[in-house]
């Protein structure tokens, strides 16, 4: 299991992380992380996680810069949508310089609330999925416990991401929808306003 984790984790994290990376490098950095996952479980079946996680993740690390590189970029004005209405952290310096400087605070704002999330949106991940596994095996009193962590996660993400998450942005438009999907939108919109 580790090396297929390996082999897929970073070409699905790096399009978030990354504005050059393209379809191009997420197929083939986890062709070639999940191949070499496969590889190293029938030749090396004993190798330690850690050596096996990190040989695993620099191929798949390989994979994914050949794969953006030899293939076209994603079309500048996806990216442009895709940033302004994602707001990825990470290396996004030419789609954060085209904001402007009220609305690059805002987005710096939410990467620190973002990041202050990550422990709280794990322990409630990892809570949930506990939570039925504890009741399956009659451990009651860890099943107990991991509510509590549970609740106390989501209050927490409550507060700590939701309470802060922007309004929606009326001026960002879908580059790729046009036509009677755009209308009917727009005509849900304003029924939804006049009601």
Same mark, same amino acid.
Request: charged letters at 15%; one cysteine or more; hydrophobic letters at 45%.
């Given at each position: 299991?580790?090396?297929?984790?390996?082999? &897929?984790?970073?070409?699905?994290?790096?399009? &978030?992380?990354?504005?050059?990376?393209?379809?191009?490098?997420? #197929? #083939?950095?986890? @062709?070639?992380?999940? +191949?070499?996952?496969?590889? /190293?479980?029938?030749?090396?079946?004993?190798?330690?996680?850690?050596?096996? &996680?990190?040989?695993?993740?620099?191929?798949?690390?390989?994979? #994914?810069?050949? +794969?953006?590189?030899?293939?076209?970029?994603?079309?500048?004005? %996806?990216?442009?949508?895709? *940033?302004?209405?994602?707001?990825?952290?990470?290396?996004?310096?030419?789609?954060?310089?085209?904001?402007?400087?009220? &609305?690059?605070?805002?987005?710096?704002?939410?990467? #620190? *609330?973002?990041?202050? %999330? @990550?422990?709280?949106?794990?322990?409630?991940l990892v809570s949930m999925l506990l939570l039925p596994m504890q009741l399956l095996i009659r451990s009651y009193t860890s099943f107990w416990i991991t509510l509590v962590i549970f609740i106390l996660s989501l209050i927490g993400l409550y507060f700590v991401w939701y309470q802060n998450l922007p309004?929606? /942005?009326?001026? @960002?438009?879908?580059?790729?929808?046009?036509?009677?999907?755009?209308?009917?939108? /727009?005509?849900?919109?304003? %029924?939804?306003?006049?009601?």
């Amino acid at each position: 299991m580790m090396g297929l984790t390996a082999g &897929f984790l970073l070409p699905n994290m790096f399009k &978030f992380l990354w504005w050059r990376f393209n379809a191009g490098g997420l #197929i #083939i950095g986890s @062709v070639m992380g999940i +191949g070499a996952a496969c590889i /190293q479980r029938w030749l090396m079946p004993d190798m330690d996680p850690i050596s096996k &996680f990190t040989i695993l993740s620099a191929i798949s690390l390989v994979g #994914i810069v050949i +794969g953006t590189f030899l293939t076209p970029p994603t079309n500048d004005k %996806t990216l442009d949508h895709f *940033y302004k209405t994602t707001r990825p952290f990470g290396l996004w310096g030419p789609y954060k310089k085209r904001l402007d400087p009220e &609305f690059r605070k805002t987005v710096s704002r939410e990467h #620190i *609330y973002d990041i202050l %999330t @990550v422990p709280l949106a794990m322990s409630w991940l990892v809570s949930m999925l506990l939570l039925p596994m504890q009741l399956l095996i009659r451990s009651y009193t860890s099943f107990w416990i991991t509510l509590v962590i549970f609740i106390l996660s989501l209050i927490g993400l409550y507060f700590v991401w939701y309470q802060n998450l922007p309004p929606d /942005q009326e001026g @960002v438009t879908n580059p790729g929808v046009t036509g009677p999907l755009l209308s009917r939108t /727009q005509n849900h919109r304003e %029924t939804e306003s006049d009601s």
